[in-house]
């Protein structure tokens, strides 16, 4: 194996976090075999920086001192200096292995971590999307609702897992039903394209939402995602239930189109804070019909399964399984690992 596929263990006990644009999660692993010591989800915005988080929220109530740490952080990974997407943190590993007392930090992209998550999560946190057999050892695609869309591959090669982190979120999506020809018109587009990020997350929510108002000639009565998705839960408000049954068609074409991409017999998985707040309606038909519909391979996509990832906290888990045993991951480390 070629020296940048082989990813030496990192010195135990492990700080492991997942570090999000809303919310910082941490947990200690003393070695491969115990159970994480976990410790409170914090918000980002209630501590100045990074290194104070974890002062504070880790090493100030545990004996134990990590000599490690693996960070998983919603930017990308470019120099000594990693300026994190959506808040005012910046990771900076050189300060933290001369203040911190660590010897050896690495630091990955987040939906890398959901990738690892989807290679090692237990099928107890998978709650499984209509039909379509049971997940073979084969290539995988996670796709995460949330602030944005994020996409990665997980590709099953040599017995080992590959995280593909793409900017797959960032596709086009166009109009397939006679409604979609309606409702498409009036969505917000980025730049004149209509991308899946922007109508398959917080604010693609309320994009899709204001663009059926627009189509039915009505106001809008919200402007809180989270409201949409409980009137349209709960069939109080017409459009909102339009606007998730949409969120749901559009979800599953996206995923579908990831599946051939990645040839995913392994399944699709959905994350993000979103999925797991909109079970009810992914369960629905229109979620599974719309993954489904990909004519001249609908057959081979029927055959391959769709999860919701019910994990609370699916990033920390799988950068646990990789701090546990690399060498099952290919992550490459170059200039993303600093030494002591
Ligand atoms: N019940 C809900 N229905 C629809 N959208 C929701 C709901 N709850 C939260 N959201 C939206 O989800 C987005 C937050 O997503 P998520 O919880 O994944 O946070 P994040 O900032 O992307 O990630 P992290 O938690 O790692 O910081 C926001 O746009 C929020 O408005």
Not at 42 to 69: C, E, F, G, H, W
Not at 192 to 202: H, K, M, N, Q, T
Not at 268 to 286: C, D, F, R, T, W
Request: glycine share 10%; proline share 7%.
């Amino acid at each position: 194996m070629a020296d940048s596929m082989k990813t030496d263990k990192l010195p135990f006990p492990i700080l492991i976090g997942d570090i999000g644009g809303t919310n910082a999660r941490f947990s200690v692993l003393t070695d491969a075999d115990a159970e994480p010591i976990p410790f409170p989800n914090i918000r980002t915005a209630d501590y100045p920086t990074i290194d104070a988080a974890i002062q504070n929220v880790v090493l100030a109530s545990t004996s134990v001192r990590p000599r490690s740490a693996i960070l998983a952080v919603a930017a990308p990974v470019d120099g000594d200096e990693i300026d994190l997407t959506n808040c005012d943190w910046v990771v900076r590993p050189k300060g933290m292995i001369a203040e911190l007392g660590f010897d050896d930090v690495l630091v990955v992209n987040d939906f890398e971590a959901q990738a690892l998550a989807v290679a090692a999560l237990p099928r107890d946190f998978l709650d499984k999307l209509g039909r379509g057999g049971e997940p073979q050892l084969a290539s995988r695609v996670v796709l995460g609702p949330g602030t944005g869309l994020g996409v990665a591959g997980l590709v099953h090669a040599r017995e080992i897992w590959f995280p593909v982190p793409g900017e797959g979120g960032h596709v086009d999506v166009g109009p397939r039903s006679d409604r979609d020809f309606e409702v498409f018109p009036h969505l917000k587009r980025i730049e004149g394209r209509v991308s899946a990020e922007e109508i398959l997350s917080g604010r693609g929510v309320i994009n899709i939402y204001q663009a059926v108002c627009k189509a039915d000639g009505v106001q809008p009565s919200f402007s809180d995602p989270a409201d949409v998705t409980a009137r349209g839960l709960d069939g109080s408000n017409p459009q909102a239930v339009e606007t998730l049954s949409l969120f749901a068609t559009y979800l599953g074409r996206v995923a579908g189109d990831m599946a051939l991409i990645f040839m995913a017999r392994g399944g699709v998985y959905l994350a993000g804070g979103i999925s797991q707040k909109i079970i009810p309606a992914l369960k629905k038909p229109e979620f599974r019909a719309a993954f489904e519909d990909k004519a001249p391979h609908s057959e081979l996509l029927s055959t391959i399964p769709t999860f919701v990832v019910t994990h609370p906290q699916a990033a920390l888990a799988g950068l646990a399984s990789f701090a546990r045993a690399p060498s099952a991951y290919g992550i490459a480390t170059d200039g993303r690992r600093w030494l002591r």
